[in-house]
């Protein structure tokens, strides 16, 4: 069964700074998808970005970049100029399109980050 | 509007008595599941259906039931409902044609429930 790991139950940042949140996963699986979601205080979960796998190129999305390092099973996200409605939990999660019949969705446990003026 | 439901947003409930959450979508989504969240826990997935009729177990199916009758319809069951699950629950759908699973997962308001 695949894990996925984030390390860092809460951060914080400046208004304007650059934060990186780790994740880190655990599969024998070659061909999966890795993806950051964002849940503010309203609860819901609104995807941040995504990245296939066989994909070398880190996905970028605007403040939004990853780190994903697929030999070393690491998906970090890097939200530069950081504002105050980037204040949320952020999970990570991982699912696999192996075909051996299990698509499970396996999130990490979350890292809340705040985001000081 | 594009969008993931589910009802009852809010619901306080005493151990055994039988419940129902429903879940429907409007996006014409293959895959649909539920999703349960706790402090410290993140998400974890209870079940999962890839279409019609097909359904599978995830990580914590242990106390609960779903049925995919319909596409659009994903009812979580709880037969017999106990304290320890007491939690916010997600309902959550996505297309698996086109790009697979690399499409975004749409979730519902979510579901407090509270079993006494």
């Known amino acids: 069964a695949q894990t996925v790991t984030q390390s860092q139950p809460e951060m914080s940042v400046q208004e304007a700074e650059t934060v990186t949140l780790s994740c880190t996963y655990d599969t024998s699986e070659s061909n999966y998808y890795l993806f950051w979601y964002k849940q503010p205080p309203s609860r819901q979960m609104i995807l941040v970005i995504r990245q296939e796998a066989y994909k070398q190129q880190n996905a970028t999305e605007n403040r939004f970049s990853v780190n994903f390092q697929k030999a070393a099973k690491s998906f970090s996200l890097k939200i530069s100029d950081s504002q105050l409605g980037d204040t949320a939990m952020y999970f990570c999660?991982?699912?696999?399109?192996?075909?051996?019949?299990?698509?499970?969705?396996?999130f990490g446990k979350g890292t809340k980050l705040s985001v000081i003026p | 509007e594009a969008q993931v439901t589910q009802n009852p947003r809010y619901l306080i409930t005493v151990t055994g008595k039988k419940l129902t959450v429903t879940c429907s979508q409007n996006m014409n989504h293959e895959y649909m599941s539920w999703y349960r969240q706790d402090p410290g826990l993140g998400l974890r997935q209870i079940y999962y259906s890839m279409n019609v009729e097909v359904t599978d177990k995830g990580d914590v199916p242990e106390g609960y039931k779903v049925s995919r009758k319909e596409k659009r319809n994903f009812p979580l069951i709880l037969e017999s409902p106990s304290p320890n699950q007491t939690s916010l629950y997600f309902c959550?759908?996505?297309?698996?044609?086109?790009?697979?699973?690399?499409?975004?997962?749409?979730f519902g308001p979510g579901t407090r429930l509270t079993v006494l």
């Open positions: 999660a991982f699912i696999s399109d192996s075909g051996a019949g299990s698509y499970q969705l396996t």
């Open positions: 959550a759908s996505s297309l698996t044609r086109g790009r697979g699973f690399y499409n975004e997962q749409f």
